[in-house]
């Protein structure tokens, strides 16, 4: 029952991902493409926190089920910015901005409200669920970085690869198109099929996690920063 339980409460966090942080990150995305002179993506409707207009039917299939996943692909005009390497630079990097921000957000609120009263089941389960989409955030914006099409990771390596490599990619764009979603699904079972044993996403996100927990946090005792937030902000006494 525990097991089931806990189960209960991912699927809880991985749906709060699916309907809140995803469609924030590509509103994110959306919203700096419009600043930069694109308007593509506002256009389709991509400028929006409703979660319709930003997910794919796999995509969220996948991601309630193993917790990684992708959403729908946001379409761009490049001959409408100003710059083009510098603003889709800025543009493929905001998504993973947006998630790594929601991360620590996330990170910071769950630690407060399990500093509140860490004996409470209620706030522990609300602490776990917070945690969990903060940590899907983590792991979705480490994802968005990868160099493999057609993440936003590739766009960024594309603009400033080599001119020979731009070509083969024009001239083989289907079938890189095409492999490159299996390479994405075998990247995400591969953890699943080994049993954890070999995984090419967990070094990149455990790595990513030191650097916002070690950078951001300083390890923060969160029990400690509440109590005396409640005593000296709010007035709480005895305690």
């Not at 994110?28 to 997910?55: C, I, N, Q, Y």
């Not at 080599?162 to 001239?171: A, V």
Request: proline share 3%; glycine share 6%.
């Amino acid at each position: 029952m525990d097991k089931l339980f806990r189960v209960l409460l991912t699927l809880i966090s991985r749906g709060i991902l699916v309907t809140v942080c995803i469609p924030a990150a590509c509103y994110a995305k959306a919203w700096v493409s419009d600043a930069l002179g694109d308007k593509t993506p506002k256009h389709e409707g991509r400028m929006s926190l409703d979660f319709r207009k930003h997910l794919d039917f796999y995509g969220v299939l996948i991601t309630m089920v193993l917790g990684f996943g992708w959403s729908k692909e946001m379409n761009h005009d490049i001959s409408q910015l100003k710059n083009m390497k510098r603003d889709l630079t800025f543009i493929s990097l905001t998504q993973s901005v947006a998630y790594f921000l929601m991360y620590v957000i996330l990170r910071n609120l769950s630690g407060a409200i399990f500093g509140l009263a860490p004996a409470s089941f209620l706030l522990a389960c609300i602490y776990r669920i917070l945690s969990k989409t903060g940590y899907s955030c983590l792991c979705f914006g480490v994802i968005a970085l990868l160099p493999i099409p057609p993440l936003d990771g590739f766009h960024i390596f594309y603009q400033f690869s080599w001119p020979k490599f731009r070509r083969w990619y024009f001239t083989n764009y289907q079938k890189i198109m095409y492999w490159s979603r299996y390479v994405l699904l075998g990247i995400f079972f591969l953890d699943s099929i080994t049993d954890g044993e070999f995984s090419i996403l967990d070094p990149l996100i455990d790595m990513w996690t030191w650097v916002w927990d070690h950078l951001v946090f300083f390890d923060v005792d969160w029990s400690k920063v509440t109590v005396k937030t409640l005593k000296y902000v709010f007035g709480f006494k005895g305690l």
